[in-house]
């Protein structure tokens, strides 16, 4: 949006993303680490009195069977995918009221369904599904337009990364619970592996949220690859029982 004249407000926490930020066009850095409650409570204070819209787009993903996933590390994920996004759309509502702006969030394809070892992940971005609906119905007499994003596996960082974050996740296993679900570890970090090379563009997931943020008329829901559209519409109407046993299969190595 910054090559088209928009002046952004783009947050950070490192320093060396701040001065990238800081080198691209109309674009104003401000340095935000979104689990900071305080921090969140006066993000307002930097901002203009105006907003077109605002986009959640921070995120990490907690793998693992829901057994052994810690506690913290859950609460770590709620915290990040959800509470924190809704904390920085409280903070800048009354800028983006003034201007019957837009709200996006970028939630995901595991928003909608959830496959095992997902379990801490796919929570989070249900949850932003559901809050994101209930705002969407609230802020309408302001003229405030509230859009979902749900891509699929995307050639970002976060996927990037997938196969490093799944083994030092399955490292913090205790033996027994290793032991446990060893056919189901080794069966999910392949199906990472194959879905790495199945990531989407994420032009798309940008053209996406370009059209949330300017379209006259923003759909509530935007979906980003074809892959994804099918494994929605094939599980909609498809028994749970049967949704169930593909999942596990599928996750599971014999």
Request: without cysteine; proline residues 6%.
């Amino acid at each position: 949006m910054s090559d088209r004249g928009w002046d952004v407000y783009a947050t950070a926490r490192s320093a060396a993303d701040l001065r990238d930020l800081g080198r691209l066009p109309n674009v104003h850095p401000i340095q935000l680490d979104i689990t900071d409650r305080s921090a969140v409570a006066g993000l307002g204070e930097q901002l203009p009195p105006v907003l077109d819209g605002v986009v959640n787009n921070a995120g990490i993903i907690v793998q693992g069977p829901v057994e052994g996933i810690s506690l913290d590390d859950l609460g770590r994920q709620l915290d990040v995918n959800v509470t924190a996004q809704i904390g920085v759309t409280q903070a800048v509502l009354p800028q983006i009221r003034e201007a019957r702006g837009r709200v996006v969030f970028m939630s995901s394809v595991s928003g909608l369904i959830t496959a095992p070892g997902t379990g801490a992940y796919s929570a989070s971005k249900y949850a932003l599904e559901s809050l994101a609906d209930a705002l969407r119905m609230e802020v309408r007499p302001w003229g405030i337009r509230v859009s979902l994003i749900e891509p699929g596996p995307t050639r970002t960082d976060m996927w990037g990364d997938a196969l490093d974050d799944y083994d030092r996740m399955t490292k913090q296993l205790s033996p027994a619970h290793s032991e446990l679900y060893a056919s189901h570890l080794v069966g999910t970090r392949k199906l990472l592996g194959r879905m790495q090379k199945l990531a989407g563009d994420p032009k798309k997931v940008v053209a996406a949220v370009d059209r949330a943020l300017t379209s006259p008329h923003p759909r509530r829901r935007y979906r980003t690859d074809n892959v994804s559209r099918v494994q929605l519409a094939l599980t909609s109407v498809t028994p749970t029982a049967v949704n169930d046993a593909v999942l596990a299969a599928a996750t599971t190595s014999k």
